[in-house]
T-cell receptor, first 114, second 119 residues
Framework: NAGVTQTPKFQVLKTGQSMTLQCAQD?????MSWYRQDPGMGLRLIHYSVGAGITDQGEVPNGYNVSRSTTEDFPLRLLSAAPSQTSVYFC?????????????FGPGTRLTVL | AQKVTQAQTEISVVEKEDVTLDCVYE???????LFWYKQPPSGELVFLIR??????QNEISGRYSWNFQKSTSSFNFTITASQVVDSAVYFC????????????????FGQGTILTVHP
């Protein structure tokens, strides 16, 4: 098992550019989510999904889009990057039968928007 | 709404000192789960412990121990005889129970405490 993988590890964008952060898991987890980590603010939930075709907003969804066409993949899209989106992004997954209590985190993507 | 507060932004100790990281939480749920994660300088999140709201027993794992007190809504983490390798950011997190079917895996994190252990 590769667990939760994220690509790329690092990315630099210019304001207004678009990009997709990839997240994949090979554990057949129903639940997947995206967090952003900013200094002094901990991790905050952006979007989450409880299964293929089902997504919902978290605490800080503005500026981000998600979709879940397969159980394995949960990409995060930035349509028009802004400097305020400079952050470290973590993807996580968990299994419904665990009560979603065992979270597996990816290694993170460090994004800088100039 | 749920909330987690880690009031200590940064802590600096000398190796072999004991150090306690505080975590205070707020939730209206009677069923909830508390977590501690470690984030070393390499950046990944390392799971340390999960506790459910019905289990107030303290836990010890090697040099790590956790004190869960529902009466004060606290879940503090103590490192005994700290080592340089303990230098990291530590996060406390809360997940509400899924009785209403809407909490799923949503975690609320504290702000994090930066621990620096000097040799």
């Amino acid at each position: 098992n590769a667990g939760v993988t994220q690509t790329p590890k690092f990315q630099v964008l210019k304001t207004g550019q678009s990009m997709t952060l990839q997240c994949a898991q090979d554990m057949n987890h129903e639940y997947m989510s995206w967090y952003r980590q900013d200094p002094g603010m901990g991790l905050r939930l952006i979007h989450y999904s409880v299964g293929a075709g089902i997504t919902d907003q978290g605490e800080v969804p503005n500026g981000y889009n998600v979709s879940r066409s397969t159980t394995e993949d949960f990409p995060l899209r930035l349509l028009s990057a802004a400097p305020s989106q400079t952050s470290v992004y973590f993807c996580a997954s968990s299994l419904r039968t665990s009560g979603y209590n065992e979270q597996f985190f990816g290694p993170g993507t460090r994004l800088t928007v100039l | 709404a749920q909330k987690v507060t880690q009031a200590q932004t940064e802590i600096s100790v000398v190796e072999k000192e004991d150090v306690t990281l505080d975590c205070v939480y707020e939730t209206r749920d009677t069923t909830y789960y508390l977590f501690w994660y470690k984030q070393p300088p390499s950046g990944e999140l390392v799971f340390l412990i999960r506790r459910n709201s019905f289990d107030e027993q303290n836990e010890i794992s090697g040099r790590y121990s956790w004190n869960f007190q529902k009466s004060t809504s606290s879940f503090n983490f103590t490192i005994t005889a700290s080592q340089v390798v303990d230098s990291a950011v530590y996060f406390c997190a809360l997940k509400e129970g899924n009785a209403g079917g809407t909490s799923y895996g949503k975690l609320t994190f504290g702000q994090g405490t930066i621990l620096t252990v000097h040799p």
